[in-house]
DNA sequence: TAAAATTATATTGCACACAATATAATTTAC
DNA sequence: GTAAATTATATTGTGTGCAATATAATTTTA
């Protein structure tokens, strides 16, 4: 009979210590790009999709306003985004990446590679693992 | 040719979004107890410890003192530990729990099993999933 | 069509997370 | 035995995360 309560018996305790690994290890490449993890989510989804709204921006990296507001400023500050209200409607704020967001992408293409060694994952246990996440994950909806 | 920058081609991202959806799952539960996920971590090691000085609690945790050393005077002051220096070496900093903590234990004792429910995930995605992640986890040492 | 509801973003407040630095106590090396 | 190095914790500063609330614009509804 295991105790539910012991620390070594959490799932989600690991799950929680990985993820701030990953954001560990993703630090010094981003250090390079002057940016953080959660600058660096938005700008995989803006190098795709040139111009969003907040919102958008937020369901897709699962982050609300709260965060992205103040992220995203600090983003227009290092002139990596720009941002303005759409003249259709005012209460919506477009971000779309500047010509120096743009070019990041060249120094970050490296990054995915560079990680995936220093963490010391095989691609075998990457994709074991990115089915089961993205398994549970999907049924938070 | 898919491209290693698409934020649908990210192994990691899952995994940070997942650790956070966690947390939010988490939260309810733990609101009832006015503790927060990191605390009801370090709660989790002193229910078997006792006592146990702030550097051993940050391995078990992976915290450093930046983020433990408040977090630890917010539980002090709530009543649930106690912070004194050691006698024998006056660097060290032991935390222990007050009855207040410690019989906060059994209000806790339901968390895990609501937990799973609230996540909808079957025992043996959950062995799946933690066995992956502490295989990764553990090679980061 | 004007009040009510909804929508989109912003603000505030609190609690992490962590790098960098500081401080104080203990060990070590000479 | 004392200066230098090490160890343990604390502090500072920046950047998330997120709940709760605010604000302003748009849409719905009576």
Known sequence: ????????????????????????HYRPFLDELDITYPQYLVLLVLWKETELAVGQLGERVFLDTG?????????????????????????????????????????????PQKLMESMQVTPEELNLLKEVVCRILNKQK
Chains 1, 2 share one sequence.
Not at 11 to 24: G, K, Q
Not at 95 to 103: E, Q, R
């Open 67 to 111: 965060t992205l507001t103040p992220l995203l400023k600090r983003m227009q500050q290092k002139e990596l985004v720009s941002r303005q209200r759409s003249t259709q409607d005012e209460r919506i704020v477009m971000v779309s990446l500047t010509p120096k967001g743009i070019k990041l992408k060249e120094q970050a293409c490296s990054i």
């Open 1 to 24: 009979m295991s105790d539910q309560l012991a620390l070594e018996n959490q799932v989600c305790f690991p799950i929680y210590a990985l993820a701030r690994e990953i954001v560990n």
